[in-house]
């Protein structure tokens, strides 16, 4: 067995001896003062700002014609001649389509005929009553039977108008239900006629949200047929009573008939209206979270002072699609803890790491790059 000389074991003993004191004089952490400094907190804030926290909804519906005129038959005959199909444009009194009038134009030419005899009997009994050789009875006599004869030529003139079908007024054929040869009997429909001058649309609205519109209000249409158009309308009248089954009323939205492509849209097109049924427009607005330190009697937000958290009580008023306005407590331009406000305490200190927007936040500009601001009471926003 081979035997360490004795100057081995105390260089040993030399080397862990060295070792200990170094572990011993090693660096365990920052100083008391450094321990004892508070980290900044970061955290996520929201500006108070004024924003639009106003509600709208989405109806559809069909778009149609303000007008649209069913055109009868006024008599009973047989079609002759249709001049239009559907979807022509027409004036007022153009000639739609003619019925076989023959049996009608001579009784017409047969009324015509003794109105002229009446006429003459009559003037000759007035030369006669005239020169007194015909009696004041005899002169009446002819005088009625000559009205008797002029109403009979109205009356078969009218007959005969009947058997000519017109356009009641401008617009687009949007029916045709006759055809040339097909009989026709009175007070059957032949045509529908729409003036498209004035399109609308109706769509149910709801009983709790109608309270929110007024005759005249701004609507914004489109339409699945011109998706790239947005037509500006408005609410053209509300009507007095709410259906009984669905509870809704309805509610008759005009569009404007200047837009570019108001030529383009037909009646039956598909369309899809937004409607503002709750104004709040400029009012100071959080996020509903940031409420949720509130205490059971009130509402309370914790604002940034000074790079601290400061409790403070403010008055709400309504919310909208995870949003409160702030009536009362808070000014315009602080910034407030914008989530789990409930993780935080008063004096607490913070640092803003992000800024909480709302949708009708106005962009701001970010010098520096950095996207948060530099201080609680700075105004850039953050994204």
Known sequence: MRVFPWSCFLTLALLLGLAACSDESGDDG?????AAEERAQPVG????????LSRSITVSGQIQALRTVSLASQMTGTVEEVRVEEGDRVR????????DLSEQQAELDRARALEAKEQAAYERVQELRAREFSSQ??????KADLAVAQSEVRLW?????????????DGVVTARHIEPGEAISTADAAFEVANTSTLV?????????VGGLAVGDPVSVRLD??????????????????????RQVRVEVQLDPDHEAFRQVRPGYLARATLLVDRRAGVLAVPTEALLASDDDQDVLFVITNDRLKRQPVTTGGSSRGWTEILDGAEEGLYAVASNPANFREDQHVRIARV????SDPERDDPDGSGVPTAPTASEDAP
Do not use: C
Request: hydrophobic content about 40%; proline content about 9%.
């Open 157 to 169: 003139e009218r007959r005969v108008a009947f058997g000519t079908l017109t356009a009641p007024t």
């Open 356 to 359: 909480v927007h709302h949708p």
């Open 45 to 52: 804030v929201v500006e108070l700002l004024p924003r639009d």
């Open 30 to 34: 920052p100083p008391v003062e450094e």
């Open 92 to 99: 007022a009194g153009d000639v739609l389509a003619r019925l």
């Open 225 to 246: 047929a011109l998706p790239d158009h947005t037509f500006d309308a408005s609410i053209r009248r509300i009507f007095p009573q709410a259906d009984a089954d669905s």
């Open 201 to 209: 649309l109706h769509a149910g609205v709801s009983e709790l949200n």
């Open 137 to 142: 009875a005899a002169y009446e006599q002819q």
